[in-house]
T-cell receptor
Framework: GIQVEQSPPDLILQEGANSTLRCNFS?????LQWFHQNPWGQLINLFYIPSGTKQNGRLSATTVATERYSLLYISSSQTTDSGVYFC???????????FGKGTKLSVKP | DAMVIQNPRYQVTQFGKPVTLSCSQT?????MYWYQQKSSQAPKLLFHYYDKDFNNEADTPDNFQSRRPNTSFCFLDIRSPGLGDAAMYLC???????????FGPGTRLLVL
């Protein structure tokens, strides 16, 4: 089945810094989502982005489907950005959302 | 606001005592999912419904069952919880298969 790898696994930032999170996937995908899991455990949709670039406030994402990767950019980070960021893809015959292991982000004041 | 609701947010049960977690949605989505998430791991799909069609993942233990009595509600039944079943249980919905999934806030289950 499709493999999803996220990097880095852990990231510590000072408030106000920018960061880039990466998601690599091993095969063609039909869809890709980025989620933020807050400290209370809720998974919040950030982007549905099978290809191209999208922006939402301080966050933006780019998926290059032909090269099998997606990037999530966080600018001017805030302490409320802390949590785990998951990339998840649909693809192949499995039909289910396949999650990466996540990037744990800690933003220090 | 359209949303996915899970109750209760925290559930404590005893070893071997059946427990039911509930999920409801106001999105009128066709597909509802149940995931299990253990500490520092990604969510793991247990099963999903497309309308009334039930789809069980191959490695979901028989101890876990689900019911979807109507479009809006879906239940997760754990028949005989073990200590290893302590986890966050997440419900999600999507309009169709392979479409954007929307998650509820989760129910954190503790087994004593």
């Amino acid at each position: 089945g499709i493999q999803v790898e996220q990097s880095p696994p852990d990231l510590i930032l000072q408030e106000g810094a920018n960061s880039t999170l990466r998601c690599n996937f091993s095969d063609s995908v039909n869809n890709l989502q980025w989620f933020h899991q807050n400290p209370w455990g809720q998974l919040i949709n950030l982007f549905y982005i099978p290809s191209g670039t999208k922006q939402n406030g301080r966050l933006s994402a780019t998926t290059v489907a032909t090269e099998r990767y997606s990037l999530l950019y966080i600018s001017s980070s805030q302490t409320t950005d802390s949590g785990v960021y998951f990339c998840a893809v649909y693809g192949g015959s499995q039909g289910n959302l396949i999650f990466g292991k996540g990037t744990k982000l800690s933003v220090k004041p | 606001d359209a949303m996915v609701i899970q109750n209760p947010r925290y559930q404590v049960t005893q070893f071997g005592k059946p427990v039911t977690l509930s999920c409801s949605q106001t999105l009128n989505h066709n597909v509802m999912y149940w995931y299990q998430q253990k500490s520092s791991q990604a969510p793991k799909l247990l099963f999903h419904y497309y309308d009334k069609d039930f789809n069980n993942e191959a490695d979901t233990p028989d101890n876990f069952q689900s019911r979807r009595p109507n479009t809006s509600f879906c239940f997760l039944d754990i028949r005989s919880p073990g200590l290893g079943d302590a986890a966050m249980y997440l419900c999600a919905t999507s309009r169709g298969e392979q479409e954007t999934q929307y998650f509820g806030p989760g129910t954190r289950l503790l087994v004593l």
